[in-house]
C-alpha cells in the first residue's frame, strides 16, 4: 500500500507513472561513432532526451570516422551474444544485419513514418516489410570547406569547376597558405575520389557506382577522374598518414590550410568553434558537382536482447525519439546535416543547411540524387571495401592509372 502511495503521488507530480516506473531502470547500451566536438553534442541530444524518459544511457562509443572500426566492434559484441540494444548501421549494411535474425522490429514506433520519409529512405529502414532502423538525417557528401580569410588572402574565388580549383589552390600556395587539408584513412580517399567521380555527371557516377557498369568502371572518363585525384594530391601536406578528418577540419577552422573535402559533419566542427559560414568559411558543392547530391543517411537498428522477444520500451523510445520533430531539428543543428523527417522547420538552419536542402530537393527531381559509396548507401560491404582498397593503393603508392582503372573493374565485380 505505501509503496503504491509513494507511486501515485509521483504520478501526480508527473514525474514517473505505472509502466513508465517499472521501465525505469531499463539500460539502453548504444553503440555509435560519433566522437568529435561536432558529433559528441548531436549524440549528446539523444542521451539527454533518452534520460528524461527514464532509461538508463549506456554509452559505447568507438572513435574512427566512418566507423570502421565501430563495426569491428559490434561484430565480437554480437558473436559473444552480447549485442548492444542500439547500433548505428545504415544502408546496404541494416539488410545484412536483418538476414542474420538478430533484430527487432520497432513497427510500433513507426506507425507514421511512411508518411514522414521520403521514399527512398523509408525503404531503407525497412527489411522483410517491417522497421528495424531509425534515421536520423540526411548528410551531403560533395562539399568543399574553405576558409574565407584564406581565399581572401589568396585572392581566389570558390571554384566551380576543376579548372578553377586549381587556379585557386595555386594562389593558396603562392599567399602562403596549405590548399588542401587531408586526413589519412581509406574512407577519407574514398571519400575524396568518389567527389570526383560524380564531378563527371551524376549518371556516371549511378553507372559507376551503384549499377557497376564495366564499360563505365574502363572508360577514358573513369582514367581522367584518377588523373584528376592525383594531381589534387599535389595540394596535401606531407602529414597527412592517419589523421583523422576533424583533426583536417580544424586546420582550415584555424587557417592553417584553405580547402577541405568533406560532408557535412564537418560543418559541426565549425559550428562547434563558433564559426560562421559565409563570414568564416564557405561551403561550396565540389567543383562540378553542384547539381548532384551524394546523400548519407544514419541511421540506428535494433538488436534482440537476451531473453526478450521483442524490441523493449527503451528501444521503442530509441526509435520513437530519433524521429521526433524536435529532436531532428536539434541534432542536425549540432551535427551539419538536415533533417530527414519531411516537414521539419529549416528556420534556425544557417545558410549551408538551407542550400543542402534546396540542392537536395533539386536534385531530386533532376535525378541527381545519389547514395554515398564512401559512407556506406550504395553497395554491400564487400564490395565497398573492395573498391576502397584500390583507391587507397593508388592514392598512397605510386601506381599509374592504368593500373589503377583495371584493379577498379575487377574489385567492382567482388560480391
Ligand atoms: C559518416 C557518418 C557521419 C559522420 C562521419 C565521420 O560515415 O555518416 O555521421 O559521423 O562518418 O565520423
Known amino acids: 500500500m505505501k509503496v503504491r502511495a509513494i507511486m501515485g503521488a509521483l504520478c501526480a507530480a508527473g514525474l514517473m507513472c505505472g509502466a513508465a516506473a517499472a521501465q525505469a531502470a531499463e539500460q539502453v547500451e548504444v553503440l555509435h561513432w560519433w566522437t568529435s566536438g561536432g558529433e559528441s553534442k548531436a549524440i549528446g541530444v539523444l542521451k539527454d532526451d533518452l534520460q528524461k524518459q527514464g532509461y538508463v544511457w549506456k554509452d559505447f562509443a568507438v572513435a574512427g570516422g566512418a566507423g570502421a572500426a565501430a563495426m569491428t566492434a559490434l561484430k565480437t559484441q554480437v558473436i559473444a551474444g552480447n549485442a548492444p540494444s542500439a547500433a548505428q548501421i545504415k544502408g546496404p549494411l541494416i539488410q545484412d544485419w536483418a538476414s542474420q535474425g538478430v533484430l527487432v522490429n520497432i513497427d510500433s514506433a513507426a506507425t507514421d513514418w511512411k508518411k514522414e520519409l521520403p521514399p527512398e529512405i523509408d525503404k531503407i529502414m525497412h527489411a522483410d516489410g517491417h522497421y528495424v532502423a531509425a534515421p536520423f538525417s540526411v548528410h551531403r557528401v560533395n562539399w568543399l570547406y574553405i576558409n574565407k580569410a584564406a581565399l581572401d588572402k589568396a585572392g581566389g574565388k570558390v571554384p566551380t569547376t576543376w579548372a578553377e580549383f586549381f587556379t585557386v589552390a595555386d594562389k ?18 574514398l571519400t575524396l575520389w568518389e567527389d570526383v567521380v560524380l ?19 574502363t572508360s577514358p572518363q573513369m582514367a581522367q577522374v584518377f588523373d584528376t585525384v592525383r594531381k589534387i594530391q599535389g595540394y596535401f601536406d606531407s602529414g597527412r598518414t592517419g589523421r583523422d578528418w576533424n583533426l583536417a577540419t580544424a586546420m582550415v577552422i584555424n587557417g592553417k590550410a584553405g580547402m577541405q573535402f568533406m ?10 568553434a563558433g564559426k560562421k559560414s559565409g563570414s568564416d568559411y564557405i561551403c561550396a558543392a565540389v567543383p562540378g558537382t553542384e547539381k548532384a547530391y551524394t546523400f548519407n543517411v544514419d541511421s540506428f537498428v535494433f538488436f534482440q536482447q537476451k531473453g526478450q522477444s521483442a524490441a523493449t520500451p527503451g528501444q521503442l523510445a530509441l526509435a520513437k525519439t530519433i524521429m521526433s520533430p524536435g529532436f531532428q531539428e536539434q541534432f542536425s543543428l549540432y551535427k551539419g546535416s538536415i533533417p530527414v523527417r519531411l516537414g521539419v522547420s529549416m528556420a534556425k538552419f544557417d545558410d549551408c543547411a538551407k542550400k543542402s536542402y534546396a540542392d537536395e530537393q533539386a536534385a531530386i527531381k533532376a535525378g541527381g540524387y545519389v547514395p554515398s559509396l564512401a559512407h556506406g548507401m550504395a553497395q554491400a560491404d564487400a564490395t565497398a571495401g573492395a573498391i576502397s582498397d584500390v583507391v587507397t593503393k593508388f592514392m598512397n603508392s605510386q601506381e599509374d592509372t592504368k593500373t589503377a582503372v583495371e584493379a577498379l573493374a575487377k574489385a567492382a565485380k567482388t560480391k
Open 172 to 189: 593558396m600556395k603562392a599567399a602562403g597558405i596549405q590548399p588542401i587539408a587531408m586526413g589519412g584513412q581509406p574512407w577519407q580517399d
Open 199 to 217: 564531378s563527371q555527371g551524376a549518371d556516371f557516377y549511378k553507372k559507376a557506382l551503384v549499377d557497376l557498369d564495366q564499360k563505365t568502371l
Open 263 to 272: 560532408g557535412d559533419w564537418a560543418k559541426g566542427e565549425f559550428a562547434n
